[in-house]
């Protein structure tokens, strides 16, 4: 029995725009391996990612075709619309072996559906897709021509549908409870171990009417010096007087994640974070204020840039980017980002998690805002207090 998430008409819906895509740019073929997209064109849902998979979008092809590791082929059947003719496992002995390797067995696939000479595209810069995979099948397909199709289905699946829009807004209600929960419980002689654990628990059991996924992204949870750089998380020591800590959690509902930040401080925290906490949140709330559809990404950068150059803080990195569906490593979907330079244009649909936090040599402060673009500008998927939490 099939179990999917959208209607087949909605990842049809997919597949057509992202043959579109491919016909503009001269491809035939895509080979999709990033677990998201695999995710995003058929339902595929496995913590698989591990060994080679992918599915195969052809132009010529109706539905996309699925190919994987054997024991994970019923995964495919019950988690996508395919057909059973468009399921392809192959054998374990592929899998960890110096003879043979997978995308030799995907080189046969193309073969047998007569897409072995075509204009072949392939996720080159995806996690998981290595050197070896392309140096396999241009080997095995010598008459083929190969085309860089790196983030052709992330940019197909940055405008999201009203569908994808309520499992964010679930995944905020997820990703409030998370930062409720760190908030309580985080205080002098804590262990920070002890939070994280309950972060996972909160993240996870989600609300009484629907649960949680696993996070792309591991609690970020540095306290101390370690807030100095922001993709730290936590130890086992316990909290102490004076501590600054970074949060940056997220709700995740059926891989649709919504991140939140917040920082802390116990006790007799610096004035020094306190100012930086107080640049942050105005900055933030500036540039959310000012987005309107129509606007460059670079344009609210702009905005941000604007609003704190009076604090004499400065921020040397990009404030935001587009996030959504995805898997680990990363919950970001490697498009748009919200820095100079980049001019994309906003649109409604399209989702962000705005993240302008700064870092500096012995503290740092991380606040930030998911948000939707609309037609009157950016709706926050969260609603919790957007300023230095003080305990």
Request: proline share 5%; aromatic share 10%.
């Amino acid at each position: 029995m099939k179990e999917l998430v959208f209607s087949v008409a909605e990842y049809m819906e997919r597949v057509a725009k992202t043959k579109k895509s491919m016909a503009d740019k001269g491809i035939d073929v895509l080979i999709v391996t990033d677990p998201a997209n695999m995710n995003y064109l058929t339902g595929f849902d496995g913590w698989s990612f591990y060994v080679h998979q992918g599915v195969i979008v052809a132009l010529d092809i109706e539905q996309p075709l699925w190919f994987g590791r054997g024991q994970d082929g019923n995964a495919a059947r019950l988690t996508t619309y395919l057909d059973e003719q468009n399921i392809y496992p192959y054998t374990d002995d592929y899998v960890n072996s110096t003879v043979k390797h997978p995308y030799e067995f995907v080189a046969d696939i193309l073969r047998e559906r007569g897409l072995d000479k075509k204009v072949i595209a392939t996720e080159t810069d995806a996690y998981y897709y290595s050197a070896k995979c392309q140096q396999t099948i241009e080997r095995c397909l010598p008459e083929a021509t190969f085309k860089d199709g790196y983030n052709i289905v992330n940019w197909v699946k940055i405008i999201k549908s009203p569908t994808e829009i309520e499992f964010i807004k679930k995944a905020a209600v997820i990703a409030e409870k998370a930062m409720h929960t760190a908030y309580d419980m985080i205080d002098i002689g804590v262990r920070q171990c002890d939070v994280a654990a309950a972060v996972y628990q909160a993240q996870i059991s989600g609300t009484k009417e629907y649960g949680g996924e696993y996070s792309a992204i591991a609690p970020l949870m540095p306290a101390g010096i370690r807030t100095s750089t922001p993709h730290l998380s936590w130890t086992d020591d316990v909290y102490k007087d004076g501590d600054t800590v970074i949060l940056e959690l997220s709700g995740n509902y059926r891989h649709y994640h919504c991140p939140l930040a917040r920082t802390m401080i116990l006790g007799n925290a610096s004035q020094k974070v306190r100012d930086l906490g107080a640049t942050v949140s105005e900055g933030l709330t500036a540039a959310l204020e000012g987005i309107r559809p129509g606007m460059l990404a670079e344009d609210v950068e702009r905005i941000w840039a604007k609003t704190i150059a009076k604090s004499g803080f400065v921020k040397d990195s990009r404030i935001g980017y587009s996030m959504g569906l995805n898997f680990p490593p990363d919950w970001g979907e490697h498009t748009a980002s919200l820095r100079p330079g980049d001019k994309t244009v906003l649109v409604p649909g399209m989702t962000f998690h705005m993240i302008p936090g700064i870092w500096l040599d012995d503290c740092g402060v991380d606040t930030s805002e998911p948000f939707v673009v609309t037609e009157n500008g950016a709706e926050p998927f969260c609603h919790f207090r957007r300023e230095l939490l003080v305990k």
